[in-house]
């Protein structure tokens, strides 16, 4: 309770500096997105038109990032703010107090349209512990997807064509050249991937879901509900390993590594780095396509 207090406290003291300081000086409208692949989204449709910031900074974690006074000034003078619209903690922390800094603020929905995942539906957990359960969660990790990407950029040029009408038809272009290029990606991916035998791959944080439905895969998981595993949840993923002949463990920057690596030595494997929050979108889905590629039989 006093931590909490403390924190508002902060907060407010916070907001009173912002109300005293000056505007940047830019022309631009200010277009803030909570997470890095967003901005590339935006930049890609919005180009030399908008400037794009991003709350969280690539090599954070969103599960317990705090935005720094700067990010929170920028926030009170931006003319729109594109929320992912899932439950990623750091939304969930903070969109509200954001939001209270600029009432002006157009808010930007990246969700609309896309079909959300539970965790449980993707079966992420597969165990043979009688006291394992899933927690039902939804999925936040909706841009891991190329195809719910597409959907993401439209309502993104939506948004920008509401705050700034007189670029509508510049956005519109960038939007279909754009969507157009994670269109190619995905057929690409998608034939890449078709002749595999051996359809699962092995995760410490279960983040890539979206992208195992798309493409018939099955994701499995080292973290157990948001927890490290325990011992025998650790003897289930080697026996998982051995009997769908995985190698690799991919992890996420932003987590320990450690738990991954003494896996690794186990199932005689190595660790492969590959983050869900890297700006540079496009890329990074074409790297995580290849190491599949080349380390599924």
């Not at 995942?117 to 992420?124: H, K, Q, R, T």
């Not at 939506?158 to 272009?173: C, I, N």
């Not at 979206?210 to 595993?229: C, M, T, V, W």
Request: proline fraction near 6%; charged fraction near 20%.
């Amino acid at each position: 309770m006093i931590y909490n207090s403390t924190k508002i406290i902060i907060f407010a003291f916070v907001i009173s500096l912002i109300a005293c300081s000056k505007p940047p000086q830019t022309d631009k409208p200010q277009v803030v997105v909570s997470i890095p692949p967003l901005a590339e989204f935006l930049q890609q449709i919005g180009g030399d038109r908008i400037e794009v910031y991003t709350m969280v900074p690539a090599g954070a974690s969103p599960h317990s990032y705090e935005p720094k006074p700067s990010q929170l000034k920028i926030v009170s003078q931006a003319a729109m703010y594109v929320k992912v619209g899932t439950p990623i903690e750091f939304e969930i922390a903070w969109l509200d107090k954001l939001l209270a800094l600029n009432k002006n603020l157009q808010v930007v929905d990246a969700s609309q349209g896309i079909a959300r995942l539970d965790f449980s539906d993707e079966g992420e957990h597969e165990s043979d512990d009688p006291d394992h359960h899933n927690h039902g969660d939804v999925d936040p990790h909706i841009w891991l997807s190329l195809r719910n990407a597409q959907q993401m950029v439209r309502n993104l040029c939506q948004g920008l064509s509401l705050m700034d009408p007189d670029g509508a038809t510049e956005y519109a272009s960038n939007c279909a050249r754009y969507t157009h290029q994670l269109d190619s990606l995905d057929q690409h991916i998608k034939r890449s991937l078709a002749d595999k035998l051996h359809r699962e791959f092995l995760v410490y944080h279960p983040a890539w879901g979206y992208f195992a439905r798309d493409y018939q895969l099955h994701e499995l998981s080292i973290e157990q509900e948001g927890k490290a595993p325990t011992l025998r949840g650790l003897e289930t993923v080697i026996k998982q390993a051995e009997q769908h002949h995985i190698h690799v463990i991919l992890a996420s920057p932003q987590f320990n590594p450690a738990s991954a690596d003494r896996l690794a030595q186990e199932i005689h494997g190595r660790v492969i780095s590959i983050s869900p929050m890297e700006e540079h979108y496009l890329e990074n889905m074409k790297q995580m396509a290849q190491v599949l590629e080349a380390t599924m039989e």
